[in-house]
């Protein structure tokens, strides 16, 4: 079935660096990848969504100069939080979809820690 | 707006018991509705889905059914097994959109 990569799954680092995340479809193109961060005891809040070549669509209330999304290719999609503060602290996750199928695959996570 | 509430957990049954988490939800239209599983240390996979009012999702011993008149998505098991110790998210789409809404989640433990 489809698989979709996401790294790394845990990263700590100082308040102020940028951090990167990356999300790949490892055996399907994906047309359409979705980012969510999901607070404790909270649900996974849609962050932005992203097409391949063209400029992600954020949320509102979500931060598009702090959050940095690229949609470079249909295989892989990365999330950079820059300037990173100990609030930014949270679970980020990545889905993909591939036009014309009604289906979601989703990556395993990764656990953000600001200090 | 579109939202999910979920059971909140954690959960801890004993292998074999019968399981209920609940799930309502407020959306306009005719939302399709999810089940999402988390096992530990992978991503969230579909575990079942509803389109219209009073289908009903299923798979791996896992049911639910859309019931409109209620705005509800239960998901319920039979029998439950230890591998089935998870984390289970409600969540629902507009009909016609790819965004999807989640619950809280739900951290199911089955002890032996």
């Known amino acids: 079935g489809a698989v979709v990569s996401q790294h790394p799954s845990r990263v700590i680092c100082k308040s102020g660096t940028s951090v990167k995340i990356e999300c790949r479809s490892l055996?399907?193109?994906?047309?359409?990848m979705f980012w969510y961060r999901q607070f404790p005891k909270q649900s996974l809040m849609l962050m932005a969504t992203?097409?391949?070549?063209?400029?992600?669509?954020?949320e509102q209330g979500v931060e598009k100069d702090k959050f940095l999304i690229n949609h470079a290719s249909l295989t892989l999609s990365t999330l950079t939080v820059t300037s990173a503060h100990p609030e930014d602290s949270s679970f980020y996750i990545c889905?993909?979809?591939?036009?014309?199928?009604?289906?979601?695959?989703f990556g395993s996570g990764t656990r953000l820690t600001v200090v | 707006g579109n939202s999910v509430t979920q059971m909140e957990g954690p959960v801890t049954l004993s292998e074999e018991a019968f399981l209920t988490i609940n799930c309502t939800y407020t959306?306009?239209?005719?939302?399709?509705l999810f089940w999402y599983v988390q096992y530990p240390g992978e991503g969230l996979q579909l575990l079942l889905k509803a389109t219209k009012a009073d289908d009903k999702g299923s798979n791996k011993g896992f049911e639910a059914t859309y019931r409109k008149e209620t705005t509800s998505f239960h998901l319920e098991k039979g029998s439950v097994q230890v591998s089935d110790s998870a984390v289970y998210f409600c969540a629902l789409s507009p009909f016609g959109n790819e965004k999807l809404t989640f619950g809280t989640g739900t951290r199911l433990t089955i002890i032996p």
């Open positions: 959306a306009t239209g005719y939302p399709s």
């Open positions: 055996d399907f193109q994906a047309t359409t």
């Open positions: 889905s993909a979809s591939q036009q014309g199928n009604y289906g979601y695959t």
């Open positions: 992203s097409n391949e070549g063209s400029k992600a669509t954020y």
